[in-house]
């Protein structure tokens, strides 16, 4: 009688590990090594609805395919090393778990010189809710698809995760976004389909759009001298959001534009191919 009891257990534990190892079979990350600051691709079959990284969980949605599709934001203060995300049923049981590694990267130091009365511009309370509203709200419709677009020409003059210093002091910030040199009036465009989120004048951004692209992917463009769309509009990749300007915080004529992955800043040069501005060369 205890070796069938024993057999029976056995088989058990056989059938458990089949069930598990097949539901790791049914889910992939893309990369499966990621630098600081960029956003790992879930793709899963099967009955999984989230999956979740140390504090972070992402939700899983149904694709036309038949998969199931997140988007995991690996965060710039993420700790580099192995890591294993845990795909998770509607109950939130842990039916897979894949592993991946967080790469070191390092971000150079850029300093901002800012006059006093830029410099002393800050964020309403109010200004603050309807972003952080915004950047972690994620919507069920996908509105955007592969390839993003670059929202306008020109070179980037300040990269994604530079540590930012205000005149020389540190702010303990780090660049949230990219910027990329722009004429004053030149068309800002918008990166993917979406439903604009707002589009209004702030203290620090200036004038600013943001973008929900869908399923936990939104866009934001700042310091824009004038906005051509209104809140809930539907707009198309390559739809006009406004001109290039220089309000808010802002030294000079540039584009500054961010894209979020469910709640997180991304490095946006991960989805769009860009070109670095030349260095001025140095003086004898």
């Known amino acids: 009688m205890r070796t069938k009891l024993c057999s029976f257990s056995v088989c058990l534990l056989f059938v ?21 600051g960029e956003t ?6 099967g009955d999984l609805a989230s999956a979740r990284w140390n504090d972070r969980t992402i939700h899983l949605f149904a694709q036309p395919d038949g998969k199931k599709l997140g988007l995991m934001p690996v965060s710039v203060k993420d700790k580099p090393g192995p890591a294993t995300i ?3 049923s509607q109950q939130g049981a842990t ?30 309370p109010e200004e603050i809710k309807l972003l952080t509203d915004f950047r972690n709200g994620v919507s069920d419709q996908r509105f955007w698809q592969d390839p993003l677009a670059p929202p306008v020409e020109g070179c980037v003059t ?3 995760g530079v540590k930012r210093l205000h005149n020389g002091k540190p702010t303990g910030e780090f660049h949230g976004g990219v910027d990329q040199r722009t004429p004053a009036g030149e068309p800002i465009r918008a990166i993917a389909d979406g439903k604009i989120a707002y589009a ?6 200036g004038n600013a759009v943001g973008l929900d692209h869908g399923q936990g992917l939104g866009s934001m463009y700042l310091h824009m001298s004038k906005l051509e769309v209104a809140p809930c509009a539907l707009v198309k990749k390559g739809d006009i959001l406004g001109y290039a ?7 000079g004529p540039h584009l500054h534009w961010v894209l979020y992955a469910n ?5 946006p040069g991960q989805w769009v191919k860009f070109t670095a501005c030349p260095h001025p060369p140095k003086k004898k």
Do not use: M, W, Y
């Open 16 to 36: 458990a590990c089949c069930a598990t190892h097949l539901a790791a079979q049914q889910c992939s990350i893309a990369p499966k090594a990621a630098n600081l």
């Open 245 to 251: 300007g220089s309000t808010g915080r802002s030294t």
């Open 158 to 160: 300040s990269p994604f």
């Open 95 to 124: 039916l897979a778990s894949v592993k991946f590694v967080v790469r070191a990267t390092r971000f150079p130091s850029e300093n901002v010189r800012l006059s006093a009365d830029i410099e002393a511009l800050r964020s309403t």
């Open 86 to 88: 845990d795909f998770l």
């Open 40 to 45: 790992l691709r879930l793709t899963c079959s």
């Open 200 to 205: 209004q004048k702030f203290n620090v951004l």
């Open 263 to 267: 709640g997180v800043n991304v490095n």
